[in-house]
């Protein structure tokens, strides 16, 4: 209800129906997880697959380490808990995604069956700007296609990922670069094994690189090469995802000390291999993934001398791992599933606790002081402050100490002639619409960008990017066009769906005891299981469409609906934007002050289960439940009425 006591209403068009797939409408990328979940349902794993890796190229990647913004957005969250969307997608990716081989060829060896499945025209909500279909029909139907020409992307993390991929699509001649001896990115040196397994992301790599992506890596930017010598190579445009892969300081007295190190030195040097000596006893400081990371593989991974007694050890409380955290468990910036994951593992939280000082003993930390802290009102980032109380000062004792207060790019490659402008938080200034910098044909993303961020909103980046670049390169505007229609749906199929009574049930995982090394710990649904929670969907796509025209203000609908949904109100009682009062105009009686004596339906729609029980009372066939779908499309604008081509060719 509105602040003038009135209920504020839209009227449906296609836009209000597309706001309500809040899952699609959350992802970065809009992938239709309402439809690959639907999908599921059917038993239609192959379908699933291609809905969830059209606009996603990590796909894969995504089903197993993706912090789903989707499931926050979830309206069945409202009911009791979110659909498992991620679990969901992996399990479609394990069957007919790269994973699905199940004898894992070498490096360059194998060119991407998942590809093959991507090369029809793509259906109904799945076919957004990002998606593999899309990009393809812009290059096939020749609009401004690349003819060859040289783009080079720095940084083969998810940002740079996506752009290769979708400039590979678009016919340009893609060089990656990348400053470590592989490709992933923080993908492969900063998530942990025990989640990502590596040869997932080897094979999403390679099957982009497969697209026709030359791969060049131990090659640094500002050591190996400059912008300047990739515009003197012919590059015609240059996109930067470099990462943020220098942790970010934290002023306390003793980090000098010998067993204190950063969260992401830490992690690159456990995912590459390297021996890591830590003791028994280590410290996390930090609440952020990157710090449940580091404290998950501290007892993985810590001194090979100790490791196998202290995994042992861990189930009996002896062995100390413990994640400082200066705020509240509800405020930490980890996402809930993981921090569970971390308490089942034996790690211990010190909330409300402030870093006070590094202790040490011959040079070695060996105590992390810290102060009991109470919250304080929000500040301007609407966080609320710690406030140190006096006299409440505690020590833990520690062998090693890890920092995880999060992560910084290195802008050491920045030469004065370069004329990049940079922020005061160390980031790349670049336009956020098309992620242009402050040089004609340079790009940047990711973190590199806009600091450190989650998977999904890199690959958004690297979408983004190659369209910015297709637009600067071929000099013509991408336009996109739209369409949406509905489909009606039977009652029969709605009673599937929507399933109240089926609980969130979270994917398996491996047995405590069997928590060793790199072994992967959460694993995935049976395809029975996979069906059964795909059925907690509330299919928000299918849509109560009602014909005015027909209705007969029996009420019948109203008391129908188990939810509660329906109101019949004088249409005096709502507010709504133009087209809600030009409906009101061709109404008689809907002007004026005969207003009240016209009534209204109005329907809350974040209650609605789309059990169709309002469309099967209904006597005179006014409520029908349909389907909405929609799809996109991408061409460069014309000019002067010429083919794109002609003014390409012709500038």
């Known amino acids: ?30 992938t239709s997880a309402q439809g690959y979940i639907s999908d599921i349902a059917d038993g239609n794993f192959e379908q699933a697959y291609i809905r969830a890796r059209q606009p996603n190229p990590l796909a894969s990647t995504c089903g197993r380490v993706c912090n789903a913004p989707c499931e926050t957005a979830c309206r069945r969250g409202k009911f009791d808990a979110h659909v498992a969307i991620r679990a969901l997608k992996r399990t479609a990716c394990e069957r007919h995604g790269v994973e699905a081989r199940t004898h894992l060829p070498p490096v360059r060896t194998w060119g991407g069956s998942g590809i093959g499945l991507l090369a029809g025209t793509g259906t109904k909500n799945e076919n957004v700007v990002e998606s593999f279909t899309v990009l393809s029909r812009l290059r096939n139907e020749r609009q401004g296609a690349a003819k060859g020409d040289r783009v080079a992307v720095v940084g083969a993390g998810p940002a740079g990922l996506a752009a290769a991929h979708d400039l590979a699509l678009l016919g340009y001649r893609v060089t990656l670069y990348e400053a470590a001896a592989i490709p992933g990115g923080m993908l492969l040196l900063g998530v942990p094994a025990y989640r990502l397994p590596r040869d997932v992301v080897r094979l999403e790599v390679e099957e ?58 830490f992690l690159l040097n456990v995912n590459m291999g390297y021996r890591v000596r830590l ?3 280590v410290a996390v400081i930090g609440g952020g993934n990157v710090a449940v990371d580091a404290a998950r593989s501290a007892v993985r991974f810590g001194d090979e001398a100790t490791l196998d007694a202290s995994r042992a050890a861990l189930r009996l409380g002896a062995r100390e791992v413990s994640i400082v955290y200066r705020r509240s468990r509800e405020e930490m910036p980890a ?56 006299g409440s000062e505690f020590t833990i004792d520690v062998s090693s100490v890890i920092v995880a207060v999060g ?14 402008r940079t922020t005061r938080a160390g980031t790349i200034v670049v336009d956020p619409a098309t992620l242009a910098t402050s040089v004609p044909g340079v790009y940047a993303g990711g973190d590199l960008a806009f600091g450190p961020r989650i998977i999904i909103e890199a690959v958004r980046d690297g979408h983004r990017a190659a369209r910015s670049i297709h637009e600067h390169v071929q000099g013509l505007p991408l336009r996109v066009r739209r369409r949406a229609w509905m489909v009606p749906v039977s009652l029969e199929e709605l009673a599937s769906f929507g ?50 025209d027909l209705c007969i203000l029996c009420g019948g609908c109203v008391d129908v609906c188990p939810q509660n949904c329906y109101k019949m109100v004088g249409l005096d009682r709502i507010e709504g934007d133009e087209k809600l009062e030009a409906l009101a105009q061709a109404r008689p009686g809907g002007s004026g002050e005969s207003q009240g004596r016209v009534t209204a339906i109005i329907k809350d729609e974040d209650h609605c289960v789309r059990c169709g029980l309002c469309a099967k009372r209904c006597p005179v066939g006014a409520i029908t439940m349909e389907s909405f779908w929609y799809e996109e499309e991408l061409a460069l604008e014309t000019v002067d009425g010429r083919k794109p081509e002609a003014v390409v060719a012709g500038r």
């Open 1 to 30: 209800m509105g602040t003038t006591g009135r209920y504020r209403v839209e009227v449906p068009d296609a836009d209000y129906y597309k706001k309500l797939i809040n899952c699609q409408n959350a992802c970065p990328v809009h």
């Open 208 to 265: 982009i690189v497969d697209l026709g992506v030359e791969l060049r890596c131990n090659l640094r930017l500002g050591r190996d090469f400059t912008l300047r010598s990739l515009r003197e190579d012919g590059c015609k445009a240059i996109f930067l995802a470099i990462g943020a892969h220098k942790d970010q300081e934290l002023h306390l007295e003793g980090l000098d000390l010998d067993g204190v190190v950063g969260a992401v030195d």
């Open 279 to 281: 003791g028994d006893k």
């Open 335 to 390: 996402k809930a599933s993981e921090v569970e994951e971390t308490e089942r593992e034996g790690i211990t939280f010190e909330f409300l606790a402030a870093p006070n000082r590094l202790i040490g003993r011959n040079g070695s930390v060996c105590g992390l002081e810290c102060r009991r802290v109470v919250l304080g009102e929000p500040d301007s980032s609407g966080r609320r402050q710690p406030i140190p109380l006096p």
């Open 407 to 420: 992560q910084t790019p290195d802008l050491s490659f920045i030469e004065g002639s370069d004329g990049l």
């Open 499 to 548: 399933r109240l009574d089926i609980p969130f049930a979270e994917p398996p995982a491996l047995p405590l005891e069997r928590r060793t090394g790199i072994a992967e710990v959460e694993l995935r649904y049976t395809p029975e299981e996979a069906t059964e929670q795909s059925r907690r969907c509330l299919r928000c796509n299918v849509q109560t469409v009602f014909n005015g």
